[in-house]
């Protein structure tokens, strides 16, 4: 009964989530910087030897070596605190989580410090995103086998 | 500041899309009619710059904002047709904004003695894979 109470008094003392205006604010953050990710494409299609289908290598790089300065900086904090989620699916929000942890870890060292701990958070991302890879390769693969679809 | 705003967002929103048509730059002997009435008749292609040369003929086409889920296909198809015109032409036809950036520049350039060695850059790039 104590818990149920309390859950209720949580309920009616907490200030209401504004939701439509975070999902707005994270559909501005990230609609912003996927617009800077597709100039970055752009400028590479233009003036480098790219294609459409191979600019997507050096345009993420550069994405994360900027998200990667704004870190340092202090910046992206601010951002991630506006934008929420638009900040921190983005591939920068990417970088961010393993600069971050980079930083804060230094002080225990290079290599229990750093090393450690800079995928504390990125390595259940990697994990994920090769399981997953993994695993669709593999259902292509049988398809392709089985003749019903081609690569 | 607030009024530059917007007056910046719908000049964007109006100028989106608006150039249209087909540039075709012909240095052989070859008949550019049914080129052109097979790039026009397509109803998903919105820009395409073509350059013949000798043994090569090069297509660069841009498609509609919605049929882009499908440009591979659409310029696969316009292939076909276009070695069933001309099949005694190495023909190249692709939906990268890059072949027609480059084509075009080649064209806009004008220096036909450097056609050859271009438009062998292009096929190469076109083909890379990630």
């Known amino acids: 009964m104590e818990q149920e109470k309390y859950a209720h008094l949580e309920k009616e003392l907490s200030p209401k989530t504004p939701i439509l205006k975070n999902v707005i604010k994270a559909f501005l953050v990230g609609g912003l910087i996927c617009l800077i990710g597709q100039f970055i494409a752009l400028f590479y299609i233009t003036y480098f030897d790219f294609t459409e289908r191979t600019a997507s290598n050096p345009t993420v790089a550069t994405m994360i070596f900027i998200s990667m300065l704004l870190t340092g900086f202090g910046l992206y904090k601010k951002i991630s605190q506006f934008g929420g989620a638009g900040a921190s699916v983005p591939i920068t929000g990417f970088g961010n989580a393993v600069v971050s942890s980079a930083i804060e870890h230094k002080s225990e060292g290079y290599v229990l410090g750093v090393g450690g701990n800079m995928f504390k958070l990125a390595g259940s991302v990697i994990l994920f995103g090769v399981f997953s890879a993994f695993i669709v390769a593999l259902i292509k693969t049988i398809l392709v086998k089985f003749g019903v679809v081609s690569w | ?130």
């Not at chain 2, 910046?8 to 249209?20: A, I, P, R």
């Not at chain 2, 297509?59 to 696969?76: D, E, H, L, M, Y």
């Not at chain 2, 032409?89 to 036909?112: F, H, N, Q, R």
Request: charged share 35%; proline share 2%.
């Open chain 2, 1 to 130: 500041m607030k009024k530059l705003i917007y007056l910046l967002l719908v000049s964007l929103l109006l100028t989106g899309c608006n150039e249209k048509g087909t540039h075709i730059e012909n240095t052989t002997t070859h008949d550019t009619v049914p080129l052109e009435k097979t790039l026009d008749s397509n109803e998903h292609v919105k820009l395409a710059v073509a350059l013949l040369h000798e043994e090569d003929l090069i297509v660069g086409i841009r498609v509609n904002t919605f049929s882009r889920f499908q440009k591979k296909k659409i310029a696969k198809k316009i292939n076909k047709e276009l070695k069933k015109e001309y099949p005694d032409l190495e023909v190249t036809v692709s939906a990268d904004s890059k072949v027609l950036l480059e084509t075009d520049k080649l064209i806009k350039k004008g220096d036909s003695k450097n056609y050859q060695k271009k438009i062998d850059d292009i096929k190469s790039i076109a083909k890379e894979q990630t």
